[in-house]
């Protein structure tokens, strides 16, 4: 496939043969483009930055520039796109801050139009981040995760595996997998369909359920409620929750919506 002749290409850039290059690109620095990967119009991609086989780059995305964030003082940090990822109209996916360090989406991700990432985010397979959607820097989002428009992670924030976060959502402190969030960021039940729609068993499901109401309904302190969780999980599904929420975080993990129950 062809490199526009209107593209501006470093010439430490790697491309791959079968890979587009489309009118007005500017590719700045040891970045390297994967097989059939496809980089659209007025795209700049810059840094020590690696797209992998079959992307999608739209107009105006801005991937591996450096970081916002003072501390960053031109060290060699790294931006790694999956195989399979789609960054739409102005996306923006910033590389790491410390030396040696990288932000990282992983594969079959989808980021609709002007999504940010921010420095060493690691986000995992198959997740969908909606148009507006913005992510702090060190933000960790699991596998299937779906954050609504507009919605905002704070830096250091945790996101488990297959949750759902609301359009508009403030999100502050770290939620479990399989959670639905209110527009507050809080737990408000079970990501039943996103379950279902990944072949999870009727006994996971269930088990989740239980897991997060022990967590949110129960009446005991939180630290209380994962110990009655501990002894009563039954499925592998359970278990990431219980994991997840013994594993400490920066942020402590999120209460429970005013709204919806489990």
């Given at each position: 496939?062809?490199?526009?002749?209107?593209?501006?290409?470093?010439?430490?850039?790697?491309i791959?043969?079968?890979a587009?290059?489309?009118?007005?690109?500017v590719?700045?620095?040891?970045?390297?483009?994967?097989?059939?990967?496809r980089?659209?119009?007025?795209?700049?991609l810059?840094?020590?930055?690696?797209i992998?086989?079959?992307?999608?780059?739209?107009?105006?995305a801005?991937?591996?520039?450096?970081?916002?964030?003072l501390?960053?003082?031109?060290?060699?940090?790294?931006c790694?796109?999956?195989n399979?990822?789609?960054?739409?109209?102005g996306?923006?996916?910033?590389?790491?801050?410390?030396?040696?360090?990288?932000?990282?989406i992983?594969?079959?991700?989808?980021?609709?139009?002007t999504?940010?990432?921010?420095h060493?985010c690691?986000v995992?397979?198959?997740v969908k981040?909606?148009?507006g959607a913005?992510l702090?820097?060190?933000?960790?989002?699991g596998?299937?995760?779906?954050?609504?428009?507009n919605?905002?992670?704070?830096?250091?924030?945790?996101?488990?595996?297959?949750?759902?976060?609301?359009?508009?959502?403030?999100?502050?402190?770290?939620?479990?997998?399989?959670?639905m969030?209110d527009?507050?960021g809080?737990c408000?039940?079970v990501?039943?369909?996103?379950?279902?729609?990944?072949?999870?068993?009727?006994?996971?499901?269930?088990?989740?359920?239980?897991?997060?109401?022990?967590?949110?309904?129960?009446g005991l302190?939180?630290?209380?409620?994962?110990?009655?969780?501990?002894?009563?999980?039954?499925?592998?599904?359970?278990?990431?929750v219980?994991?997840?929420v013994?594993?400490?975080?920066?942020?402590?993990?999120?209460?429970?919506?005013?709204t919806?129950?489990?």
């Amino acid at each position: 496939m062809p490199i526009h002749t209107t593209a501006i290409i470093d010439e430490r850039a790697e491309i791959h043969d079968t890979a587009d290059i489309g009118p007005y690109v500017v590719i700045d620095g040891q970045v390297r483009v994967g097989a059939r990967t496809r980089v659209s119009p007025y795209a700049y991609l810059s840094g020590w930055t690696e797209i992998g086989e079959d992307c999608e780059i739209h107009p105006g995305a801005v991937v591996g520039h450096p970081p916002q964030d003072l501390a960053y003082s031109g060290a060699e940090t790294y931006c790694r796109i999956g195989n399979g990822t789609i960054l739409r109209e102005g996306v923006s996916v910033h590389r790491g801050t410390d030396p040696g360090t990288a932000t990282v989406i992983g594969e079959r991700c989808f980021l609709m139009g002007t999504a940010h990432v921010g420095h060493n985010c690691v986000v995992g397979d198959d997740v969908k981040i909606a148009n507006g959607a913005m992510l702090g820097g060190h933000v960790s989002v699991g596998r299937g995760t779906f954050l609504g428009g507009n919605a905002g992670v704070h830096q250091f924030v945790r996101i488990g595996d297959l949750a759902m976060i609301a359009g508009m959502a403030r999100v502050v402190m770290d939620v479990p997998p399989y959670c639905m969030t209110d527009a507050e960021g809080k737990c408000g039940g079970v990501n039943a369909v996103g379950m279902r729609r990944g072949d999870f068993s009727r006994e996971e499901r269930d088990d989740v359920k239980r897991a997060l109401r022990i967590l949110y309904r129960s009446g005991l302190a939180f630290g209380d409620a994962v110990e009655r969780l501990s002894g009563d999980v039954e499925t592998e599904a359970g278990r990431r929750v219980l994991e997840f929420v013994r594993t400490p975080g920066r942020r402590g993990i999120v209460g429970a919506s005013r709204t919806a129950g489990t």
